[in-house]
């Protein structure tokens, strides 16, 4: 199983990012895909995640209306929009690929992308 996460770079506060999230080696539409950060000197906490079927989002507070998660199964592709970025949301991002929905904490999720890196200056 391989989750192959990009699109992170360097954005200035207010500006817009796509992160990806392609998958392989797994039945892909039966996983929940969630994304995780991990800011400078802080533990992996959870951004959001999409159900298997796409049907349905859950977001931590901090990124309502301001991020969306979506996915497209038959490019076995997870995906995050980011706008309206912040300095705070400064972090590596990682996916993160589970059969238990809702879940909310790392332990829920067996296949982890490698993570990929936004910074958001101010």
């Known amino acids: 199983v391989q989750l192959q996460a990009s699109g992170g770079g360097l954005v200035q506060t207010g500006g817009s990012l796509r992160l990806s999230c392609g998958a392989s080696g797994l039945d892909f539409s039966r996983y929940h895909m969630a994304w995780f950060r991990r800011a400078p000197g802080k533990g992996r906490k959870f951004v959001a995640v999409?159900?298997?079927?796409?049907?349905?989002?859950t977001y931590v507070d901090s990124v309502k209306g301001r991020f969306t998660i979506s996915r497209d199964n038959a490019k076995t592709t997870a995906y995050l929009q980011m706008n309206s970025l912040k300095p705070e949301d400064t972090a590596v991002y990682y996916c993160?690929?589970?059969?238990?929905?809702?879940?909310?904490?790392?332990?829920?999720?067996?296949?982890w992308g490698q993570g990929t890196l936004v910074t958001v200056s101010s």
């Open positions: 999409v159900s298997s079927s796409g049907g349905s989002t």
């Open positions: 993160a690929a589970g059969l238990r929905w809702p879940a909310h904490t790392t332990n829920n999720y067996a296949y």
